[in-house]
């Protein structure tokens, strides 16, 4: 089936050559997962876009509007993911911003199927050569410009390999490519903090509001030494880390609790968890 297309809320797949979208990258963009005609963490991918607009110095979208048309281009999908893309819309040459911005709003489904392996299982990372440079002013925002995780993702071709892990400047890690990165050393849930660098991820937002979490810088000899490690995904949900390099990991008992949390949140595992589990 292909993806259903909207622009400005109109079935288009079309955008204008002189949409700062495309010609700077100046706009956000959020993933979404949309089960049963459902999206169950619609309400922290509207705040963190009309907090990134805010960010951007960018007018935000009506919230009930582009609900209301992601739900549309999703009917009859069971289990759909949904990209949305908000640029600050057409402008004239140059860097300086539009006086009176008219955004584009462009909305994006298409069906979904999970591989159960990756949940149930886990999945083997890598580290990328590719390091994130160091901006406050971007930190956190799902913003258009990803060019640092293409050229990460270009880094290998190997099937076996899911996810490649990213460090700052500094060496410090961040995230993955697609996705955020938590780890348990000695019964402490850690993931990294994303002030310099890196998204801030719904599914991130999730299990800091629903958990104790510490936000603590991570490196690489504490990544080996953690009792459990996994990455977070709106749409792919929570991954467990089955093997880094020589270093490999089970899935983990808070691993296998949070997918547990996220599968009572309305998304389901793509594999049937054990009575344990629970």
Request: net charge neutral.
């Amino acid at each position: 089936m292909t993806t259903r297309l909207s622009v400005d809320f109109r079935d288009a797949a079309v955008i204008s050559a002189a949409d700062r979208g495309f010609t700077y990258g100046d706009g956000l963009f959020e993933t979404l997962r949309v089960v049963g005609g459902v999206a169950p963490l619609w309400a922290r991918h509207a705040a963190r876009l009309a907090a990134g607009c805010e960010r951007l110095r960018m007018p935000g979208p009506d919230a009930e509007a582009v609900h209301a048309e992601l739900m549309r281009l999703c009917a009859g999908l069971d289990d759909a993911v949904v990209r949305i893309t908000y640029s600050r819309g057409v402008g004239e040459r140059g860097y300086a911003m539009p006086s009176a911005p008219r955004p584009t709003l462009v909305v994006a489904a298409s069906p979904l199927a999970l591989a159960p392996e990756a949940s149930r299982d886990g999945i083997t990372v890598r580290l990328c050569d590719t390091r994130l440079a160091i901006q406050p002013a971007l930190a956190g925002l799902k913003h258009l410009n990803r060019l640092e995780q293409v050229l990460a993702r270009a880094e290998w071709s190997d099937p076996t390999v899911a996810e490649g892990l990213l460090c700052d400047m500094d060496g410090t890690l961040v995230c993955a490519t697609a996705a955020n990165l938590f780890a348990v050393a000695r019964g402490e849930l850690v993931t990294p903090p994303v002030d310099r660098c890196g998204v801030a991820g719904v599914a991130r937002a999730e299990i800091l509001a629903s958990h104790h979490v510490s936000v603590s810088r991570i490196s690489l000899s504490q990544l080996l030494d953690a009792d459990e490690v996994f990455l977070t995904s709106a749409v792919r949900g929570i991954l467990p880390v089955r093997a880094f390099g020589a270093r490999t990991w089970q899935p983990g008992p808070i691993t296998r609790a949070l997918q547990v949390h996220w599968a009572a949140l309305g998304l389901p595992l793509p594999y049937r968890a054990k009575d344990s589990d629970r």
